[in-house]
């Protein structure tokens, strides 16, 4: 279930259809959850997603650099340094289950694929990445509110707190 604290996370849904993945450090999903009762009413293409995401945050998050998808975002833009990233790593059909089945915990795999929007935070125990959250259901940034929400919730910030690597947006001059 997202977080109710901090306001409402906005987008389409307001944070309340989503599903979760987690995956450790290395790379391996962990666990999978849905925030409603019937899976059936949380898009199934974001289950996929969301494990996606959370691969995406571990991949490119050091101890001292949490990366987050929405901060990941922009460098993979046109013309930016990471432009084409996510064809390095497609995503994989095959790794495709119902809802039915996307729920709890299942024998440990890397179900990769690079999501380069918002929804994928790292997850931190005393200062050491130990694998990351995906989250995945609604916009990206409702998508990204509350993934930081839960990380937050559980005590998994990165060094620098809950923030560090949340979305920016850059000031224009003139």
């Not at 849905?34 to 050091?62: E, H, R």
């Not at 990351?132 to 998994?156: I, P, Q, W």
Request: charged share 15%; glycine share 14%; net charge negative.
């Amino acid at each position: 279930k997202a977080p109710n604290d901090g306001g409402d996370e906005g987008g389409l849904f307001h944070g309340k259809r989503e599903w979760a993945a987690v995956v450790n450090r290395e790379g391996q999903v962990c666990a999978v959850a849905v925030s409603t009762s019937d899976p059936t009413q949380v898009w199934p293409g974001s289950l996929a997603i969301a494990k996606a995401k959370a691969y995406t945050a571990n991949a490119f998050s050091l101890d001292d650099s949490p990366l987050s998808t929405a901060r990941l975002y922009t460098m993979t833009q046109p013309g930016h340094s990471l432009w084409g990233i996510a064809a390095s790593n497609p995503f994989v059909a095959g790794d495709l289950v119902p809802p039915s089945q996307g729920q709890g915990s299942a024998a440990p795999r890397v179900e990769g694929g690079l999501i380069s929007f918002g929804g994928g935070v790292p997850l931190y125990r005393n200062g050491k990445i130990i694998g990351a959250l995906g989250v995945s259901g609604d916009t990206a940034c409702a998508d990204h509110e509350t993934a930081k929400r839960m990380r937050n919730e559980a005590g998994l910030n990165p060094p620098g707190g809950m923030h560090v690597d949340d979305i920016t947006f850059p000031s224009v001059d003139g």
